[in-house]
């Protein structure tokens, strides 16, 4: 080991000299340093954004609030942790999340093993000194024989590709890259670009408090009761109790979440007890209606009575029938995209001041000086918020430069779109580790669970590695390609694909398309990892030092 956990790094010539370094300071960062400390490792952490948190340091726009309830949504890992921190509602705003992640960092003291405001320029593979030079656009370089990338599968913004971005004079706001000062809207006439997640959870914000809203809505989303509530004593108190057997749940839910896979076919039930367990989903709120039958994502028959079910729901709420019409997802099976959860959205467009503006009829040409202008005119806006997403999944690691053998870069290894070995590393990139990787469950399940897992799981590999004296660890290539193969077979099964979305690649230009996530749901995937494991890791080549050897 290089220095005592908490002291400063050896210096090796201008490079500090660690044991692990760690990409990111959300979930997966905070506990890689927290778990590896803990290990007596010297690790040192980088972080792009001023503090920790990760997505939810960024994401302080209006609304922005998680859609898993926040008891799940937490970690498990220390009971001091779990016991001392209250959530006060079911699905925690954005404010208490970061809450949340300072509590983390004052109690376990990660915030001194953080370097902030640091963005990681460069990352290369030292073939001869087996370990990885990390650079900084601060101009320092770091050393380390590991490095955790755990830069999340949602942290690289995209901006339209519309023309004109740069030429309006109103106050323009990136959904993910929002300020820290308050903004007003009162009196304003303020559009929303996008109706994803974001985009929903913003407009019914800013509907009732904007002079004049403008929804700029390509595809529209299916999206579903929250039903948020504050968390009672009581039932607080229970949850503490009990947290243990919750957690063990999770790890069994398909999700990492609270909900039990559902053995229930859609058409095993009749039409009206269908009908009835439909409207019980809507009425629990969450996720519900997604748990409620086993076969949503494989049957695209029964999948469209639930999307006709939701359609039916706007026109319960939304008065005007055209802007109902409009609001309707069509075109792709409910579930595909990832369903969005609300409290007011369809109410919103009740208000006066709130316009629904159809992009597939109306399509955007130009963002102008003041505003933006569709087919049919020019709509003047004092103030643009983009709620436009992410370059999700790969986002993050092409980026930057991350070098790996033979001076391959990651960007080179994924041209024809993300490989990986369990979602957890790449072949040709030795002791690279990714949390929440692509070709995981991320997106599919709770971030924090599988943040959790893969720290664990690079724990027990380097101190496989530390007792066999071995020094660098990649997954085999028949390894790789094999795992590749079971998760092209089992997106084959799911309608997951259908859909113009994030998970394949369709949101940006260029992206090879593909689904690069696990479908298998998370216990299978952690038994997937836990075999890897357990088999002795026949699926990785090790060297020692200098010298190959198999393991
Ligand atoms: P998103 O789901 O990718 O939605 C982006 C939106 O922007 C889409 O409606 C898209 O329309 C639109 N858009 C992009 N470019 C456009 C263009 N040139 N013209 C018109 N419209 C354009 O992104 P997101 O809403 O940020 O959500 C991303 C993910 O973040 C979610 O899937 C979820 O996993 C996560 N999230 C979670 C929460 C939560 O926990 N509650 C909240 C927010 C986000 P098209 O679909 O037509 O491309």
């Known amino acids: 080991m290089n220095a005592e956990p908490g002291q400063n790094p050896a210096t090796t010539g201008s490079a500090r000299r660690l044991d692990v370094i760690v990409v990111g300071a959300g979930f997966g960062g905070l506990y890689a340093i927290h778990k590896y400390r803990e290990m007596g490792l010297a690790v040192q952490g980088f972080e792009a954004g ?12 209006p609304g922005a609030r998680v859609d898993l309830p926040s008891i799940c949504y937490s970690y498990a890992f220390s ?23 300072n509590f983390v960092a004052d109690r376990l003291s990660l915030r001194k ?40 599968p949602l942290s690289v913004p995209k901006d339209p590709e519309i023309p004109g971005l740069d030429r309006f004079k109103g106050e323009l706001y990136r ?9 007003s809207y009162a009196g304003k006439r ?22 004049e809203l403008f929804v700029l809505q390509r595809t529209p989303s299916f999206t579903m009761p929250m039903r948020n509530r504050k968390l009672e004593p009581d039932y607080v108190a229970e949850v503490k109790r009990n ?17 039990p896979a559902s053995t229930r076919a859609f058409f095993s039930v009749t039409p009206e007890e269908r009908q009835k367990l439909m409207e019980d989903g809507w009425r629990n709120g969450g996720l519900a209606m997604l748990g409620t039958f086993s076969d949503l994502l494989a049957n695209a028959e029964a999948n469209e009575h639930v999307a006709e079910f939701v ?91 991350v070098v790996g053998r033979n ?57 496989h590695m530390k007792e066999h004296g071995l020094k660098a660890v990649e997954p085999t290539k028949q390894a790789e390609d094999a795992w590749m193969a079971l998760v092209a077979s089992l997106a084959d099964r799911t309608l997951l694909s259908k859909a113009k979305t994030w998970y394949v690649g369709a949101n940006v230009k260029d992206k090879p398309l593909g689904l690069t996530l696990f479908t298998g749901g998370f216990p299978k995937y952690r038994e997937h990892c836990a075999a890897a494991a357990t088999n002795g890791y026949r699926d990785f080549s090790f060297e020692k030092a200098h010298a190959a050897v198999a393991a």
């Open 311 to 401: 359609r039916g729901k706007i026109d319960e709420v939304v008065k005007d029938p055209v802007t109902a019409e409009k609001l309707k997802p069509r075109g792709y099976p409910i579930f595909a995209r990832r369903p969005c959860l609300d409290s007011s959205y369809y109410e919103t467009y009740n208000l006066p001041n709130v316009h629904l503006v159809d992009c597939q009829t109306d399509p955007i040409l130009e963002i102008t000086e003041k505003g933006v202008r569709t087919a049919s005119g020019e709509i003047e806006l004092d103030m643009l918020i983009l709620a436009t997403g992410y370059d999700g999944l790969t986002g993050a690691l092409l980026a930057f430069d």
């Open 113 to 152: 093993h953080f370097k902030f405001n640091t963005r990681v320029t460069r990352a290369a593979w030292d073939e001869e000194r087996q370990l990885w030079v990390v650079t900084t656009d601060g101009g320092e370089t770091f050393e380390a024989p590991y490095c955790v990338m755990a830069t999340g």
């Open 79 to 101: 009971r001091e942790v779990e016991q001392e921190w209250t959530w006060s509602e079911y699905f925690a705003a954005q404010p208490e999340l970061l809450a949340y992640f």
């Open 175 to 183: 959904a993910a890259r929002w300020p820290h000062h308050p903004v």
């Open 243 to 259: 947290y243990a057997g919750l957690r063990q749940a999770a790890l069994n839910s398909p999700n990492g979440g609270l909900r």
């Open 407 to 463: 001076g391959q870069t990651v960007n080179q290894k994924w041209k024809d779109g993300a490989r990986s070995y369990l979602g957890l590393m790449l072949e040709g990139f030795p002791n690279l580790f990714m949390t929440t990787g692509p070709n995981g469950p991320a997106a599919l399940a709770n971030i924090v669970r599988i943040s959790e897992h893969d720290v664990d799981w690079f724990a027990a590999l380097m101190t």
């Open 50 to 61: 001023g503090d920790v948190g990760g997505v939810w340091y960024w994401n302080r726009y």
């Open 190 to 211: 303020v559009g929303v670009l996008g109706t994803g997640s974001t985009g929903i959870q913003i407009v019914q914000e800013v509907g009732p408090k904007a002079g």
